[in-house]
């Protein structure tokens, strides 16, 4: 089914656009109503990950409260530690935790990886599928993954950290074995996102939301040789990298084949532009805590966002949006970028 | 009393030194047994910081156990809001939480504030002379502050955050409250780091922990103006400032009056001196989880760094020692730095 909005993927390839698309990370969730009431209803997170029916249903939530020029299907980046044999709990008001942590070379050999890993995840593409079947074309699905060391974090450090130093020091003390685990992850993630674009997503994601965390010579290391492999394998959509805090890799981001480069809030658009080239497209960067002020303050803070980029330009913030961002200013962030196209 | 170790005040004012300089940020804490040992006995971290006798006794402990070229006045940067009149509490593995935030216009004309706060806080300059006598010139003292934007953020959002949404939300909602907070900040920070030196501190750090969470526009606007102030009107010691996660304000920091500027463990030695350029003598900026690898590999990492440093360079990690870290891998990033000597 051919997109009646496919202004996304058309940004995404290079093409030239009457305005920036828009959508938010985490727009499916806390911010809307329609996602509290449903939530309420159920045990817990993972059921609603897990449950086709209910994750399209919050997927398409945004697009309809919110007017987005995409949907991203309604999933957590856990998912693929999970299928790759490591089990995670998520508690209410702490966040993820594993009860078993990976410590050994006989762990890391135990783990399901590639394929084998992927095909597990079946309620994941069926809610793709269904996503795709009630959307009608309406909007691009976006699909997305944990890049392998914002994945290896979790495995290793066995929940959320300030500071990933039990992640970190398994890349001090284990850098072979650290290797050996970023591959498995690494096979795992490209399976499973070519699964998801065979059911249906037109783009995809990559967050490496603790990349920030690791030295420059690190992330040379141990997280962007394996970003530029998943580019390089999965093929055939465009692909968007989103290394949270990585602000000293912006000039590598240049050579990764992939399409959009996602910046954080602590980038100004313009020397982000010189220092990524004039190739990729941007995706970004509006602090998340500017939805907290007035109407006319957001009004006036997107428009010098979207000048700033001055094109080339996926409008988006620079995080998730805060669960606790009033819908009003959601709705001002995405009505001032599509009213963009009136002055363009 | 003159110095018998000079090595930090010399490095400091910019003059030619044998071999870099070495203390670690939080070096008096919970790596040494000696300190674990002092806290089993005490009610709690806020008695450590009250007790002049106690405050000096594991302000020394570093210099006897690692060698460091400096003494820190063990205490805690949340003893300004306190004296500003704001309680805050510690509570033991989640960390300090403020009864009382600022919220209003009210609350903030109420504070304390300048020498009425900084008068207030006795035991500090007490720990201060007692640490002085017992250390009879053996090191420098170093004396510290939190900057105002730092002290901001857990005086709105009441404890530590990883996205400070709170602190930030109040700059957007509340930006002129929030310059008259700032204000009474830096008045009461500036009279606290007076009496400090007068009280006979060598030299001072001010710590901008939570310089990350803004933009750059709202670091020119909220956090470097004070800065600048309270190094404008602190004179007669050399004065550090270590802003982490401000990588974007660098070139900045080059125009701020201070002698030193910090770096965190996400910057390139040599590109962060081509940013800052030649004026400024560079701190840091050992990832603090190298200490976690053997021996051998801290050694050389230490030897690295200090090459790329290449002088006008105090040695120390980009962040606080972490508690866990194990006291050999201390060491031998203390020892690697002294033995620079030799090569030089």
Avoid at 101 to 125: F, K
Avoid at 139 to 151: D, H, N, R, Y
Avoid at 315 to 332: C, F, I, Q, R, S
Wanted: some cysteine.
């Amino acid at each position: 089914m051919s997109l009646q909005n496919d202004l996304l993927i058309r940004t995404a390839r290079g093409e030239e656009v009457q305005r920036p698309p828009v959508w938010l990370m985490r727009q499916a969730g806390r911010i809307l109503p329609q996602y509290r009431a449903i939530r309420a209803r159920l045990s817990g997170f993972k059921e609603l990950v897990s449950t086709p029916s209910l994750a399209a249903e919050v997927t398409i939530q945004p697009v309809d409260e919110l007017d987005v020029d995409a949907a991203i299907i309604f999933s957590d980046i856990l998912v693929i530690p999970e299928a790759m044999g490591l089990d995670y709990e998520l508690i209410e008001k702490v966040g993820p935790r594993f009860p078993e942590t990976i410590r050994s070379a006989a762990q890391v050999e135990e783990l399901i990886e590639g394929n084998d890993a992927a095909e597990r995840l079946t309620y994941v593409y069926d809610a793709v599928r269904l996503t795709k079947k009630e959307l009608a074309g309406r909007v691009p699905l976006i699909g997305f993954s944990g890049a392998p060391w914002t994945l290896l974090c979790y495995m290793v450090e066995g929940g959320g950290s300030k500071t990933f130093s039990k992640a970190k020091r398994f890349l001090y003390q284990e850098p072979v074995l650290a290797h050996q685990l970023l591959e498995k992850i690494t096979t795992s993630v490209i399976a499973y996102l070519k699964l998801k674009i065979q059911a249906g997503v037109d783009i995809v994601q990559i967050f490496d939301s603790w990349a920030g965390v690791l030295t420059p010579v690190q992330y040379q290391t141990f997280a962007l040789p394996y970003i530029r492999r998943i580019c390089e394998e999965v093929q055939s959509v465009p692909k968007i990298v989103f290394a949270k805090g990585a602000w000293h890799a912006l000039e590598e981001f240049a050579d990764v084949p992939c399409d959009v480069v996602g910046l954080d809030w602590t980038h100004d658009p313009t020397e982000a532009r010189e220092r990524v080239g004039p190739d990729k497209v941007l995706q970004g960067n509006l602090d998340p805590c500017q939805l907290y002020a007035n109407v006319e303050d957001i009004e006036r803070a997107v428009q010098e966002m979207l000048t700033s980029f001055a094109g080339r330009h996926i409008a988006n913030l620079g995080h998730g949006v805060y669960p606790d961002t009033p819908l009003e200013g959601v709705k001002a962030f995405v009505r001032t970028v599509k009213e963009m196209e009136l002055i363009l």
